[in-house]
C-alpha cells in the first residue's frame, strides 16, 4: 500500500484519541516501523473479583475524546500544539491504534493458557513492529504475559515499574511457574520465576499484606513515591504498568478494588512525565478498566490522558532532555 493510498482511506483517525487506526502488517508494509502502537486486550480471565475488565479497550475508545490529530502523508501526527510553549504534540511522530486481540474467544471451555500465549505472542509482535507498544486492557494479569513477549524479543530482562495500589504477589510460599495459575492478583510471583525482569518496581503501593505474603518475591521492591526509585543503567529497557487503582477512588471509582487515599490524575501525570523523561520506557499497559452504569465516560477521559502524557513525554526529545526530578 502507497502513501497515497493509505491517506485516502476513511475514515482513518478512528482509533483511540483520534489515532489512526491500521493493522500491525499494513503499519509494517506501509512504513517498516511505528514510534508505538496502541493495542487493545479486551480480558479479565485473571481477575479474582467482579470481571468487567473486558470492556476496557472498548469503553476507552467509545467514550474516549478525540482531540484533533492530523497525520501526514507519510504517517506522522500533526494538528495539536501544547498551549503554553505552542510545542507540537506528539509531533512528527508516528502513532497507530492496531486495534484489538483477536482469534482467541473468551470462552469458559478454553484453557486461560492458551489467551495468555496469544498476549505473549501480540506482545512480541507488536515490539517487532514499534518502538513502543501500549496495551490498553484488561485486567492486570495481562501485564506478565507482555512482560514475557518484550523480553522475548528484546533478548534483555526488561525492568518493571508498576503504579499500583496493591502489591499483586502470590503468597510466599506458592510458586507460579506457568500462565495456567496466573490472575491479576499473582503476577508478579510470575515475573519473578520466569526470570524475564530485572527489578519490579512498585509504586504508590498502600494496601496493607498479610504475613503469609512475606518474604516478597525477591525481584519485587515497593516504593510510596517515584522519588524513591532508584537509578539504574539509563539505556536498560523500562516497561511501565499502569493500575487505574492507583489514583483514588472519587477520580476513578471505575475499577475493581478500589483503596483509600492515592493521588489525583493531575499529580499522578506529574510523576508520569517525569518517569518518562528519566527511563528508557520500552512499553506500557494501563490495565483494571472496568464497565460501570455511571463512570464509563469519566474512566475513558482519564485514561485517555495518562495514555496522552504517555505518549508526549516518552516520545517526544525536547520532553526526554528537560531535567526530571523522579
Not at 489512526?20 to 516501523?33: E, F, Q, S
Not at 472498548?58 to 501526527?77: M, N, S, W, Y
Not at 485486567?139 to 528484546?154: F, K, M, Q, W
Not at 492478583?185 to 504475613?211: E, H, K, T, W
Amino acid at each position: 500500500m502507497d502513501n497515497q493510498a493509505m491517506q485516502s482511506q476513511d475514515p482513518i483517525l478512528d482509533g483511540v484519541m483520534g489515532l489512526p487506526a491500521l493493522d500491525a502488517n499494513t503499519v509494517r508494509d506501509a512504513y517498516g516501523w511505528a514510534d508505538a502502537v496502541i493495542v487493545g486486550i479486551p480480558w479479565d480471565g485473571g481477575t479474582t473479583g467482579l470481571p468487567g475488565q473486558r470492556h476496557g479497550p472498548e469503553l476507552i475508545r467509545k467514550f474516549g475524546p478525540k482531540p484533533g490529530f492530523e497525520v501526514t502523508a507519510d504517517g506522522r501526527l500533526t494538528g495539536l500544539r501544547v498551549p503554553d510553549t505552542g510545542r507540537l504534540l506528539i509531533g512528527g511522530k508516528r502513532v497507530f491504534d492496531i486495534g484489538d486481540l483477536g482469534g482467541v474467544p473468551l470462552d469458559p471451555r478454553l484453557p486461560r493458557q492458551v489467551y495468555f500465549d496469544a498476549i505473549r505472542d501480540t506482545a512480541t509482535r507488536a515490539s517487532e513492529v514499534s518502538g513502543m507498544p501500549v496495551f490498553i486492557g484488561g485486567d492486570h494479569s495481562i501485564t506478565a504475559p507482555i512482560v514475557h513477549g518484550l523480553a522475548e524479543n528484546l533478548q534483555n530482562k526488561v525492568r518493571l515499574i508498576c503504579f499500583d495500589a496493591h502489591c499483586d504477589t502470590a503468597p510466599a510460599q506458592d510458586r507460579i511457574t506457568n500462565f495456567a495459575d496466573l490472575t491479576h492478583a499473582n503476577f508478579l510471583s510470575y515475573l519473578d520465576q520466569a526470570g524475564c525482569c530485572s527489578n519490579a518496581d512498585i509504586v504508590g503501593v498502600r494496601a496493607p499484606l498479610q504475613d503469609k505474603f512475606f518474604p516478597l518475591p525477591e525481584i519485587v521492591n515497593c516504593f510510596p513515591s517515584t522519588s524513591q526509585l532508584l537509578d539504574r543503567d539509563p539505556s536498560e529497557p523500562v516497561y511501565l504498568s499502569i493500575d487505574v487503582d492507583i489514583l483514588s477512588p472519587e477520580t476513578f471509582p471505575a475499577t475493581g478494588h478500589p483503596e483509600a487515599g492515592g493521588p489525583s490524575l493531575e499529580a499522578f501525570l506529574t510523576d508520569l512525565r517525569a518517569v518518562c523523561a528519566k527511563f528508557n520506557v520500552v512499553g506500557a499497559d494501563i490495565v483494571e478498566t472496568t464497565y460501570s452504569d455511571i463512570w464509563n465516560e469519566n474512566s475513558a477521559r482519564n485514561v485517555n490522558a495518562i495514555i496522552l502524557t504517555l505518549l508526549d513525554a516518552a516520545l517526544t526529545a525536547d520532553v526526554k532532555t528537560e531535567k526530571a526530578q523522579c
